[in-house]
């Protein structure tokens, strides 16, 4: 089973930035997509972006040019740079790979 360990939330101003860091146990980037979910208060799990193996990329129509998805293969790392923050985007957010979530971290855009 893989370990997923998500840092890099907290608070910040609407139109602020933060980048979110998903470290991986084992070398899974290579063979498998890696996702970045997020929930709100009261709200489903939403799937926000994708990378697969192969470094093909999709993002939920709302991120669509605000966030970005990346990995690191050699440091097992998986990021999620968030840009131009709206209210509507705090939840808690979880990386998700082969069955395996994160424990979350917490998002908060608030002024």
């Known amino acids: 089973q893989v370990q997923l360990v998500e840092s890099g939330g907290g608070l910040v101003q609407p139109g602020g930035s933060l980048r979110l860091s998903c470290a991986a146990s084992?070398?899974?980037?290579?063979?498998?997509?890696m996702q970045w979910y997020r929930q709100a208060p009261g709200k489903q799990r939403e799937l926000v972006a994708t990378?697969?193996?192969?470094?093909?990329?999709k993002y939920e129509d709302s991120v669509k040019g605000r966030f970005t998805i990346s990995k690191d293969n050699t440091n097992y790392t998986l990021y999620l740079q968030m840009n131009s923050l709206k209210p509507e985007d705090t939840a808690v957010y979880y990386c998700?790979?082969?069955?395996?979530w994160g424990q979350g971290t917490q998002v908060t855009v608030s002024s």
């Open positions: 990378i697969t193996s192969d470094g093909i990329i």
């Open positions: 084992g070398s899974i980037f290579r063979t498998y997509t």
């Open positions: 998700y790979s082969i069955g395996s």
